[in-house]
């Protein structure tokens, strides 16, 4: 079976059992019913279990747990430390500082887990370095790390310019911060993993099983190509399929993703200086990004791809990284001695974006016994877990630290314009955003039109502005 991803094709074939489980026939009943078998499915399957392990719990995936972005991503496993001016503008710095720390205990939690329960997902903590590759990215952390620091938050730890370029083992770097805490996993066998130990406490999963329509009424129904279930809660885990259903449509901005992962080269990542499993990206819009996996490959990639017209996904992006060459061009930029390396795979991952850069989640107004929970806006890994709690405890009807967080407030306010404006708009912004940072890398200021466009960027993982309105985007 064709595995999408070079994550995919190795998790799969260490498995011995079928990796396809059974779909979904006939009528069927289910306390709580989940729509998607990514991160945040599964772990809001095993969060209801932890809860109550005499729960019904069915889950149904259109095509088999791990084929969307949760087995297709870099493996940053991070906190929202990098999203803390976003957490404090939106819920005030108390909310901020508390919804930080739980995050980054996440990490260390997620890495337990898998401890404690098999999961070779080749979690490393070794840190993430956030790193300016040219002059105009220069202290691109700063409004961060100065609202962090008056919070009393140290999550980072500063570097001079020749410290940052060691780390990075670039000459490229102009500067870069450190988070210690973040940690590293080979996506596709986290999520493998945690099917596993999902089907092992009695969640039954039905893959090979798309959801056709959701009856929005009590209990709810949801129904598949040859048959359907009723559930007193049904759960929707989509992320980026969020968009094929229209009320999620404008509130979810699906983006492609462009990966691409080498050949074994420890001999010359450790010349780098590249021998653990640090990340490391970078602080322009259209973020590179990478990390070392634990058999010496170097995956490097690049965010901010194609879009997808009217929210329908589907399997578009199951192709080779369309703009491979361009990642390997950036490769070649910032560790020279790379220039020549073999490319072993590249593939496309799906991330969502919104509009205020944040996850959201919630239930239909009409129907409450419908919760959702999207748009993790590229910061997914690490914080599905904790959008796992925030839905077993509203699918529980919990009073409790999950379903008071402030981001169970429904879609964003501000949504992405109707289509066909919004995808030609999305291309339109992003061209000239690469316009403006190829001029950047040349040591030249982008023109005023293309720093204009680029202000239309959605929110990423701070929100400041330059002097013409440019929201700085960096997932």
Not at 88 to 102: D, I, M, P, T, Y
Not at 368 to 373: A, H, T
Not at 393 to 403: G, P, R, V
Not at 430 to 459: C, N, Q
């Amino acid at each position: 079976m064709q595995g999408h991803s070079y994550w995919l094709d190795e998790a799969l074939a260490a498995e011995a059992a079928d990796p396809i489980a059974q779909p979904l026939a006939g009528a069927n009943r289910a306390d709580v019913c989940i729509v998607g078998g990514g991160y945040t499915g599964l772990w809001t399957a095993l969060a209801l279990k932890e809860h109550d392990p005499s729960l019904d719990v069915a889950l149904i995936e259109a095509r088999y747990c791990g084929y969307g972005a949760s087995g297709r991503n870099g493996g940053f496993l991070m906190s929202w430390s990098p999203k803390f001016a976003i957490f404090a503008e939106k819920f005030g710095l108390q909310e901020a500082v508390r919804l930080n720390r739980l995050s980054a205990a996440n990490v260390v939690e997620i890495g337990t887990f898998c401890a404690e329960n098999g999961i070779d997902s080749e979690y490393r903590r070794n840190g993430w370095l956030w790193v300016a590759s040219n002059r105009a990215q220069q202290n691109a952390w700063r409004p961060t790390l100065d609202l962090l620091e008056k919070a009393g938050e140290s999550t980072f730890v500063h570097m001079d310019a020749a410290e940052a370029r060691r780390r990075a083992g670039s000459d490229v770097v102009t500067g870069a911060v450190f988070e210690p805490g973040v940690a590293s996993v080979q996506p596709a066998k986290l999520v493998r993993g945690l099917r596993r130990v999902a089907l092992a406490k009695g969640v039954r999963i039905f893959e090979d099983t798309p959801m056709t329509r959701l009856e929005p009424r009590r209990p709810p129904v949801v129904h598949v190509p040859n048959g359907h279930i009723s559930a007193g809660k049904v759960v929707l885990a989509l992320n980026a399929w969020a968009g094929a259903i229209p009320r999620f449509r404008r509130s979810v901005l699906q983006v492609a993703g462009d990966q691409l992962i080498t050949e074994p080269i420890p001999d010359k990542l450790s010349a780098l200086g590249l021998t653990d499993g640090m990340c490391f990206s970078d602080s322009r819009l259209l973020v590179f990004g990478g990390r070392v996996t634990r058999d010496g490959r170097l995956n490097f990639w690049k965010a901010g791809g194609d879009f997808v017209f009217g929210g329908r996904l589907g399997t578009a992006w199951d192709t080779p990284a369309r703009r491979a060459g361009e990642c390997v061009e950036h490769l070649s930029r910032i560790f020279p001695s790379l220039a020549d390396v073999k490319i072993a795979a590249s593939w496309r991952g799906q991330v969502t974006r919104t509009t205020s850069g944040l996850p959201f989640f919630g239930a239909y107004e009409e129907c409450p016994d419908i919760l959702y929970g999207h748009g993790y806006c590229g910061n997914g890994v690490g914080p599905a877990r904790l959008g796992g709690k925030i839905l077993a405890s509203l699918a529980l009807e919990l009073k409790d630290e999950w379903s008071s967080c402030p981001l169970v407030s429904g879609p964003p306010e501000k949504r992405f314009p109707p289509e066909p404006f919004r995808t030609l708009g999305a291309y339109m912004v992003r061209s000239a955003i690469a316009r403006k940072e190829t001029a950047e890398d040349a040591g030249r200021e982008g023109s005023r039109v293309d720093r204009y466009l680029a202000g239309f960027a959605p929110a990423g993982l701070v929100p400041v502005s330059t002097s013409n309105g440019v929201g700085r985007d960096r997932t």
